[in-house]
């Protein structure tokens, strides 16, 4: 059975960093993209930044919403069958439950529903 579980959030100042990581086991995920998402309670779940899969390496396409382009970077290491999350220049609206998730296919998705496996969350509070 595949699992996702991700790891790494906390409480962090406005300007603050942290680097989130999703762990995968069960199988690997190197012919999947892969893709964080984020909700706030009461909200819907929200696209944050997709990966393609590896097997199309070195054509390795990431897109990012507009609302961390350019403070996020997502990145994924096959040999840990990892994915990662690194958030700089947190701000308060970034406060959410962050969700890693693998798709059904090599290609990335803004659309939760394209994507067949989620871990638990991991909670993000950006506060001073």
């Known amino acids: 059975q595949e699992q996702l579980e991700e790891a790494g959030g906390g409480l962090v100042q406005p300007g603050g960093s942290l680097r989130l990581s999703c762990a995968a086991s069960?199988?690997?995920?190197?012919?999947?993209?892969m893709s964080w998402f984020r909700q706030v309670q009461g909200k819907e779940r929200e696209f944050v930044a997709t990966i393609t899969s590896e097997s199309k390496w070195p054509d390795i396409r990431i897109s990012y919403s507009d609302a961390v382009k350019g403070r996020f970077t997502i990145s994924r290491d096959r040999t840990k069958n990892t994915v990662y999350l690194q958030m700089n220049k947190l701000q308060p609206e970034d406060t959410a439950l962050y969700f890693c998730?693998?798709?059904?296919?090599?290609?990335?998705?803004?659309?939760?529903?394209?994507?067949?496996?989620w871990g638990p969350g991991t909670q993000v509070t950006v506060s001073s």
């Open positions: 998730a693998a798709g059904r296919e090599w290609r990335g998705s803004a659309s939760s529903s394209d994507y067949v496996s």
């Open positions: 069960g199988r690997t995920f190197t012919d999947r993209a």
